[in-house]
């Protein structure tokens, strides 16, 4: 079963207090200091479209690329709602980030929220890298973030609960996490209770999301073997240098 199959339904939801926009500025601040001209963006794994959009607001080209068709309609849809001369230009198509090739380069590739650490397996992540490569302008930047595995073995995973609501479901989310040691993965279970509000109904999903932990010396094996230079790499949003409580890292890459 594809992971965001029908998850994506309640992804917005989940994540509504997620501040896409800062996000979005942080990636153009880092693509600005690295590569001032650059003016195209392409995203691996973007998810309902929250992070291309307001990327193109800031003036970038973006072309999004996710596995789940359910995200891209929800991308779709949003993206009908924007000015026309931001959702002119952002661009969406359906791809395995492992695999897929669009027919032209871009000035940067950045692939967020975690992407790359859902590429479990090192031929997954490896492949994903030249997928970037493959679509990176000479010189150009690749931006993502991952799991830490220095936090992650220092702050082990632990059960965690959220609640929240809007006008028409309610829903609770219980992650239950699963550490592989010998593999540096950690399996994320969510059970997902959703009750409609106006019918009383409730719907219970189970979904598994398998989660690689990254660590920088093997990042930069990565990308020297698939021809970057890791020019950078911090705490994600903050600038800090990475330390054992650091579970998001931001690295950058030069093509």
């Known amino acids: 079963m594809e992971v965001f199959g029908n998850y994506s339904r309640y992804y917005d939801l989940l994540y509504r207090d997620k501040d896409y926009r800062a996000e979005a500025a942080y990636v153009r601040d880092h693509i600005r200091r690295h590569d001032p001209h650059a003016r195209s963006i392409l995203e691996l794994g973007c998810g309902t479209g929250a992070h291309a959009q307001h990327l193109a607001a800031f003036g970038f080209e973006v072309h999004g690329v996710d596995l789940s068709q359910t995200m891209l309609e929800r991308a779709f ?142 990042v930069e094996l990565l990308a020297a073997q698939t021809g970057f230079e890791i020019i950078e790499s911090q705490e994600w949003m903050t600038g800090k240098a990475p330390g054992f409580d650091t579970w998001g890292v931001c690295f950058v890459g030069r093509g």
């Open 77 to 218: 849809l949003k993206n009908d709602t924007l000015p026309p001369d931001v959702s002119g230009r952002v661009a969406f198509s359906q791809g395995d980030v492992r695999a897929v090739r669009l027919d032209r380069k871009f000035d940067s590739v950045v692939s967020l929220f975690h992407v790359m650490s859902y590429q479990i397996a090192t031929s997954d992540l490896l492949a994903a890298f030249v997928t970037a490569k493959h679509h990176l302008s000479q010189g150009g930047i690749f931006i993502f973030d991952c799991w830490y595995g220095p936090a992650v073995l220092t702050c082990r995973p632990s059960v965690r609960v959220k609640r929240l609501e809007d006008d028409a479901i309610s829903v609770i989310r219980i992650a239950e996490p699963v550490m592989h040691p010998n593999d540096n993965v950690v399996d994320v279970n969510y059970s997902i209770t959703i009750r409609d509000k106006a019918s009383g109904r409730v719907e219970e999903l189970k979904e598994t999301h398998c989660m690689r932990y990254l660590f920088r010396p093997e």
